[in-house]
T-cell receptor, first 113, second 114 residues
């Protein structure tokens, strides 16, 4: 099976722009979660989607949003980028909700200048 | 919400020595405790996990112990090898409910010196 695929792997944006990141889960995985990883804060939960519905959301401002498509692929969007949004954004998938193991992609590294 | 503290933030050992990483959690309802290893340039990968109905679990050179009373769990790596060098994250969650999310510790950078 192919692993979790995230695109793009690297991107540079300037303050005020918006960005969309994509995640293709492992075949058969219907739950997709997003995490932000920074050196100071570690891994922080953004949101989780299952069957195109957001089931849980972390403590991030409304500038961070996401969606899931019928084929389980997910996108997350960050609008009005700030310098502090520079981070590695990780997507993690599960076969079903609450089964335990998360399978992570390699992440999308966003740099905001 | 859940809060997970992880110590130490960095750990350097000699090849063949043991390494221990400790975590505490705040929510007594948490019942699932995974450990993830993240190598440079890669996403985290599950190496071992434990559920609250078990006190200890072992898989070859790695083991995890859980003390529910103290809300404390630890990762033990024996006979460390250079390829064990990575960042290790502990996490806690309430598994089984509709609101599933992992709360991670801030990570431990383990360096195994040959």
């Amino acid at each position: 099976k192919a692993g979790v695929t995230q695109t793009p792997r690297y991107l540079i944006k300037t303050r005020g722009q918006q960005v969309t990141l994509s995640c293709s889960p492992i075949s058969g995985h219907r739950s997709v979660s997003w995490y932000q990883q920074t050196p100071g804060q570690g891994l922080q939960f953004l949101f989780e989607y299952f069957s195109e519905t957001q089931r849980n959301k972390g403590n991030f401002p409304g500038r961070f949003s996401g969606r899931q498509f019928s084929n389980s692929r997910s996108e997350m969007n960050v609008s009005t980028l700030e310098l502090g949004d520079s981070a590695l954004y990780l997507c993690a998938t599960q076969e079903a909700v609450n089964t335990g193991e998360l399978f992570f992609g390699e992440g999308s590294r966003l740099t905001v200048l | 919400g859940e809060n997970v503290e992880q110590h130490p933030s960095t750990l350097s050992v000699q090849e063949g020595d043991s390494a221990v990483i400790k975590c505490t959690y705040s929510d007594s309802a948490s019942n699932y405790f995974p450990w993830y290893k993240q190598e440079l340039g890669k996403g985290p990968q599950l190496i071992i996990d434990i559920r609250s109905n078990v006190g200890e679990k072992k898989d070859q050179r790695i083991a995890v112990t859980l003390n529910k009373t103290a809300k404390h769990f630890s990762l033990h790596i024996t006979e460390t090898q250079p390829e064990d060098s990575a960042v290790y994250f502990c996490a806690a969650s309430l598994s089984g409910g509709s609101n599933y999310k992992l709360t991670f510790g801030k990570g431990t950078l383990l360096t195994v010196n040959p």
